[in-house]
Structure formats: structure tokens, C-alpha cells
């Protein structure tokens, strides 16, 4: 069974940062794609960023040149570097696993894993 657990979020203010931690067990994940994901009230879960260990990351248009994905795989351990933070990001955040490199990943219904998720909360 794999578990992703998440940590890191919090409430900051705009134009802040956070680094956003997803710990995963269970799994040799060297042919796994993480991924971020963020729900907003109201609205529909959406794609952050992914990484594999095997390609470059990727980004949604929203948070590319501000987020960044990072892995350590000798930890299983995944980050999202956030910054230059604005309200529009408040959301909760999500850590994913899809069980291959291969395929889309861009759909929540893409990822086979979830954690529970973390909330982020930029004040203006």
C-alpha cells in the first residue's frame, strides 16, 4: 500500500514562500511520477507540477516560473517550492503518485495515490 503524507503548509502573506514536503512509503517509486495538485474552494482539483525520475518537471502555466518540484529519492521524499505566493494560490495542496513514468498525468483521475492534503492560505 502507498501512503504520501504532506507537510508544510501554512498561511503566509503575499508575495511569500513555502516549501511543501510529500514523504512517500510503500513503493520503490524509481518508476513512479509524483505530482502536486491544489484544490480551491469551490473549484475543481487542478494540476501543479510532476517530476519523475527519469524526465524534466512540469508545470502549470499558473505557477511556472514560481513553483518549483524537487525530489530526493534516496528520502522518497518529494518538494514544491512555492513562491512569490498571491491569494489566487490559496488552496489545498496535494501530493500524487501515478505507479508509472509513463502516460498523462495532467488529471487528477491520472494519479493512482493520494495524501490527504495540506492547506495554503496567502493573506493579503
Known amino acids: 500500500q502507498v501512503q504520501l503524507v504532506e507537510s508544510g503548509g501554512g498561511l503566509v502573506q503575499v508575495g511569500g514562500s513555502l516549501r511543501l514536503s510529500c514523504a512517500a512509503s510503500g513503493r520503490a517509486f524509481s518508476s513512479y511520477t509524483l505530482g502536486w495538485f491544489r484544490q480551491a474552494p469551490g473549484k475543481e482539483r487542478e494540476f501543479v507540477a510532476a517530476?519523475?525520475?527519469?524526465?524534466?518537471?512540469d508545470y502549470a502555466d499558473s505557477v511556472k516560473g514560481r513553483f518549483t518540484i524537487s525530489g530526493d529519492n534516496a528520502k522518497n521524499t518529494v518538494y514544491l517550492q512555492m513562491n512569490s505566493l498571491n491569494p489566487e494560490d490559496t488552496a489545498v495542496y496535494y501530493c500524487a503518485a501515478r505507479s508509472s513514468y509513463y502516460g498523462d498525468y495532467h488529471r487528477a483521475s491520472d494519479m493512482d495515490y493520494w495524501g490527504k492534503g495540506t492547506l495554503v492560505t496567502v493573506s493579503s
Open positions: 517530476i519523475t525520475w527519469r524526465s524534466n518537471p
